[in-house]
């Protein structure tokens, strides 16, 4: 398998601030944060992009929000943002699919 930070993060070669961990996901803070709260949730399975899931993933994809609910109930924010970006032209850099749970400011639509 092709290694990338996500990657790295799961098998905990390198360091990052884990705020959750199950069998199935892992959530940390992003390091270059676009919001005053801005977590990153990853499968453990690697998917390099939505748009490569297949009918197999439908519950880890479900699973991977549901982390997302969890996680910002724990710290108490109710209003936050998902994204997941799809490519390289959408803004995704890291492909391994990942959510970012943005929150902590007012958010402008359309986004981008």
């Known amino acids: 398998m092709t290694s990338n930070?996500?990657?790295?993060?799961?098998d905990k070669k390198i360091p990052a601030d884990i705020i959750y961990e199950d069998d199935l996901s892992i959530a940390f803070n992003d390091i270059s944060p676009q919001a005053p709260t801005h977590i990153?949730?990853?499968p453990k399975k690697k998917i390099a992009k939505i748009?490569?899931?297949d009918n197999e993933d439908e519950?880890?994809?479900g699973?991977?929000?549901l982390v997302?609910?969890?996680?910002?109930?724990?710290?108490?924010?109710?209003?936050?943002?998902?994204v997941i970006n799809n490519?390289?032209?959408?803004?995704?850099?890291v492909f391994?699919?990942?959510l970012h749970i943005l929150a902590g400011r007012t958010f402008g639509w359309p986004p981008g």
């Open 87 to 93: 490519g390289s032209e959408a803004g995704q850099t």
């Open 40 to 42: 990153l949730i990853i």
């Open 59 to 61: 519950n880890l994809l």
């Open 68 to 82: 997302g609910k969890k996680v910002m109930s724990d710290i108490g924010i109710t209003d936050y943002r998902v």
């Open 5 to 10: 930070i996500f990657q790295d993060i799961i």
């Open 96 to 98: 391994h699919i990942h």
């Open 51 to 53: 748009s490569d899931a």
């Open 63 to 65: 699973h991977l929000l």
